[in-house]
């Protein structure tokens, strides 16, 4: 691809010597037209504009951060953090001592942030999960003083009924062994047992034959 593009003119080769003595081929662009028609080049033209310049604004930010006794205020964050480290994954050169402190504090600041969100969240989370604990303890609570009191109004029933037949106990046994039965239907209590049985035992009770 090389000795087309130089054969073409649009680009030139020479040699070159390094700095370690060594000789080496270099390469130029000759002619503009392939900085304009060639497409990709046309794009590395563009991220290298905006890598300059954005090395220009680290520059800038890190010595007035420096200079301003370092405060965290100053670091980048957000999409100006974001758009740091994208340019630093495609920039492999190396930063200046304070440039590199700089972009180590934005790290150290968004990794903590990070943190801090995660154990917010975290307890969050954990907060939740005490509440429905809480509530579930209430609903069974009520639950089971709903269950009481049902329990409790069905005695309740039970002993009015018991004290009715043991009011008819002495003229109508009959009377009185269906109020038992009646009260041990509404709640099994041993006062509506003896009444039963003191019923029976009163004599035999009253039959009805159906044809």
Known sequence: VLDELVDARLLTTY???????????????????????????????????????????????????????????????????????????????????????????????????????????????????LVLAVIGVLLRRTNLALERSVVDQARARASKLVALGRLELGNYPTAALAYARKSLETADTIEGRLLALEALWRGPVVSVLRH
Do not use: N
């Not at 304009?36 to 680290?58: K, T, Y």
């Open 15 to 129: 040699e070159a010597r390094a700095r370690d003595g060594e000789r080496r081929y270099r390469i130029e662009i000759i002619h503009e037209s392939l900085l304009r028609a060639w497409p990709r080049l046309v794009r590395w033209q563009a991220q290298d504009a905006e890598g300059a310049l954005l090395r220009d604004q680290l520059k800038q930010a890190a010595h007035l951060w420096d200079e301003k006794g370092r405060p965290a205020d100053l670091l980048w964050s957000g999409t100006s953090f974001r758009e740091f480290a994208l340019w630093r994954e495609r920039y492999p050169g190396a930063l200046t001592a304070l440039e590199e402190q700089f972009a180590r504090a934005m790290v150290s600041r968004v990794e903590s942030r990070r943190r801090l969100r995660h154990a917010a969240v975290a307890g969050v989370f954990a907060v939740l999960l």
